[in-house]
């Protein structure tokens, strides 16, 4: 009968709601990115799986019956009394209507999760830190302790959050990506190192990232070019950018164009203050470029333990001194460490992702391991 009943609670295909603040598809963010690739993989494995988006607007620009207008309360409450999904996802934390809806959902004892996506962190944290304070007091400490579920992407996010939460309450699901083929080729000439993603400042370091460029050694600029892609640069940044020779701007990349300018590249270096779990470090290993990176990223642990890349102290001379010892680490082992990013995008394949993000649903509305 156990058995049976074990059958029976595997096969059944769950109605799942993710609830985002998206963004239009091009460009998108790390949780746009995320949503758009996880919803089909979860859809494969046969649940009926619908995102509902803040900002109406955008909701129009991604087309099909699968994203929904949540721009008001009660767009959300007509769709909850009609479908009466099985889970809700939240992805991110500070919004006001995210607590509107949980309590609905509450009173209609309908089960939700909350996925950070970094939010959480003790550095996320202390960014407005007085206003973030207020909210949690209000809102975010009720939300988040009334959820069925709370979900990280690694055990860094887990380990620097600030709230705690009973393990039985909590798992860890990375995001996923989709390995490209790439052969880092026979370059003898620079070694090329690329940055894609926002620019900010701050959360990513690039501050500290031009600092350590400009002490390093003319003899080591000489063998390097650094490639950076991303939309709208600070002032600061193009300052930054005309002070040194080897570094170029190239604007923002998206879709096939993004992957293009991975393949063009030999190395991708990430200096970030925080973060959750950076998809543009995924995109990079699954296009077979090793990393350079901060342990604030929360991927240095694995970057390190499958030789795919350095792994440098948030400090300039630090980064300064990783960033010598890849270009001659990289001009010799090339191909290896191309092979050893590939391992590791391998393991966050979307299918993979999608079966421990439905397995994790599971277990949080029934309340025990399946």
């Given at each position: 009968?156990?058995?049976?009943?074990?059958?029976?609670?595997?096969?059944?295909?769950?109605?799942?709601?993710?609830?985002?603040?998206?963004i239009?598809?091009?460009?998108?963010n790390?949780?746009?990115?995320?949503?758009?690739?996880l919803?089909?993989?979860?859809r494969?494995?046969?649940?009926?799986?619908?995102?509902?988006?803040?900002?109406?607007?955008?909701?129009?620009?991604?087309?099909?019956?699968?994203?929904?207008n949540?721009?008001?309360?009660f767009?959300?409450?007509?769709?909850?009394?009609?479908?009466?999904?099985?889970?809700?996802?939240?992805?991110?934390?500070?919004?006001?209507?995210?607590?509107?809806?949980?309590?609905f959902?509450?009173?209609?004892?309908?089960?939700?999760?909350?996925?950070?996506?970094?939010?959480?962190?003790?550095?996320?944290?202390?960014?407005?830190?007085?206003?973030?304070?207020?909210?949690?007091?209000?809102f975010?400490?009720?939300?988040?302790?009334?959820a069925?579920?709370?979900?990280?992407?690694?055990?860094?996010?887990?380990?620097?959050?600030?709230?705690?939460?009973?393990?039985?309450?909590?798992?860890?699901?990375?995001n996923?990506?989709?390995p490209?083929?790439?052969?880092?080729?026979?370059?003898?000439?620079?070694?090329?190192?690329?940055?894609?993603?926002?620019?900010?400042?701050?959360?990513?370091?690039?501050?500290?990232?031009?600092k350590?460029?400009?002490?390093?050694?003319?003899?080591?600029?000489?063998?390097?070019?650094?490639?950076?892609?991303?939309?709208?640069?600070?002032?600061?940044?193009?300052?930054?950018?005309?002070?040194l020779?080897?570094?170029?701007?190239?604007?923002?990349?998206?879709?096939?164009?993004k992957?293009?300018?991975l393949?063009?590249?030999?190395?991708?270096?990430?200096?970030?203050?925080?973060?959750?779990?950076?998809?543009?470090?995924?995109?990079?290993?699954?296009?077979?470029?090793?990393?350079?990176?901060?342990?604030?990223?929360?991927?240095?642990?694995?970057?390190?333990?499958?030789?795919?890349g350095?792994?440098?102290d948030?400090?300039?001379?630090?980064?300064?001194?990783?960033?010598?010892?890849?270009?001659?680490?990289?001009?010799?082992?090339?191909?290896?460490?191309?092979?050893?990013?590939?391992?590791?995008?391998n393991?966050?394949?979307?299918s993979?992702i999608?079966?421990?993000?439905?397995?994790?649903?599971?277990?949080?509305?029934?309340g025990?391991?399946?």
């Amino acid at each position: 009968m156990l058995y049976i009943l074990t059958l029976y609670v595997n096969s059944y295909k769950m109605k799942i709601l993710h609830i985002a603040d998206l963004i239009p598809p091009h460009p998108a963010n790390g949780i746009t990115e995320v949503i758009n690739n996880l919803m089909p993989a979860q859809r494969e494995l046969g649940h009926h799986v619908e995102c509902g988006i803040l900002i109406s607007r955008y909701a129009g620009m991604y087309g099909g019956e699968n994203y929904l207008n949540f721009a008001g309360f009660f767009n959300f409450k007509e769709y909850i009394e009609e479908h009466n999904p099985d889970i809700v996802i939240f992805h991110s934390l500070y919004y006001l209507r995210y607590v509107l809806f949980a309590r609905f959902l509450r009173s209609k004892s309908i089960p939700y999760c909350i996925e950070f996506h970094g939010g959480a962190t003790v550095q996320n944290y202390n960014k407005n830190r007085f206003l973030k304070s207020i909210f949690r007091y209000l809102f975010t400490n009720k939300f988040v302790e009334q959820a069925s579920g709370i979900i990280y992407l690694n055990k860094e996010e887990q380990d620097s959050s600030i709230f705690h939460i009973n393990n039985n309450q909590s798992c860890i699901i990375p995001n996923g990506i989709t390995p490209r083929i790439h052969s880092p080729g026979e370059r003898v000439d620079k070694v090329r190192f690329i940055y894609l993603g926002r620019m900010d400042i701050c959360q990513k370091g690039l501050d500290i990232l031009f600092k350590a460029l400009k002490i390093l050694p003319s003899t080591i600029l000489e063998k390097t070019e650094f490639n950076f892609y991303g939309p709208n640069p600070p002032d600061i940044f193009i300052k930054w950018i005309n002070e040194l020779p080897n570094c170029h701007y190239h604007g923002p990349v998206y879709g096939q164009k993004k992957f293009e300018a991975l393949s063009q590249n030999d190395i991708f270096i990430l200096t970030s203050r925080y973060e959750g779990m950076p998809m543009a470090v995924l995109e990079a290993l699954g296009s077979g470029l090793p990393c350079l990176v901060t342990p604030e990223t929360n991927m240095g642990t694995e970057i390190r333990s499958f030789d795919a890349g350095w792994v440098s102290d948030l400090k300039p001379e630090k980064i300064a001194e990783t960033i010598e010892s890849a270009i001659n680490e990289f001009k010799e082992r090339r191909v290896e460490l191309s092979q050893n990013a590939y391992k590791i995008a391998n393991t966050y394949s979307w299918s993979n992702i999608a079966q421990k993000s439905v397995d994790a649903y599971r277990y949080f509305i029934n309340g025990k391991q399946e």
